[in-house]
């Protein structure tokens, strides 16, 4: 992870997680995280893989790249990968009493977790309007 680096006129496109569980002739760590660059001069694109084991926590690159706040969580609430260091690590595509990770290979594909409570995501809101100069009452 340490030798990701962002070159000038680059951003973060895409932050993607893989389960490598039962891929035949897989050897080694579980998951991958593919990071997706793209330098906005030359239109060139550039992709790292980080593979990383259950339990294991890569660094945040949501300091660098602001984009990968919400890129990271979404990664997150899919695959169960920890971002060390990501400022607001919650679920954002699932509700917030969802079970589990989804696109893990592991996950019962069936199995239906039920919603009583909706999260609107409020104190983000918030925080976007003031920073924005909106003053929330």
Not at 6 to 17: F, H, Q, R, W
Not at 23 to 49: A, C, D, L, P
Not at 98 to 115: I, S
């Amino acid at each position: 992870m340490d030798n990701i680096e962002v070159k000038a006129n680059e951003v973060l496109i895409d932050i993607v997680g893989v389960d490598y569980l039962g891929m035949e002739n897989h050897k080694g760590k579980r998951f991958g995280v593919i990071y997706q660059f793209k330098n906005m001069k030359t239109m060139e694109r550039r992709s790292f893989k980080v593979l990383v084991d259950e339990g294991e926590k890569i660094p945040t690159l949501s300091k660098v790249c602001p984009i990968a706040d919400w890129l990271e969580r979404e990664v997150w609430d899919q695959f169960g990968i920890v971002f060390e260091g990501h400022p607001n690590l919650k679920r954002l595509l699932n509700h917030a009493e969802f079970e589990g990770h989804p696109l893990r290979k592991d996950y019962p594909a069936k199995k239906r977790q039920w919603l009583s409570e909706n999260d609107l995501m409020q104190d983000q809101l918030e925080n976007r309007l003031e920073t924005l100069g909106y003053k929330v009452i």
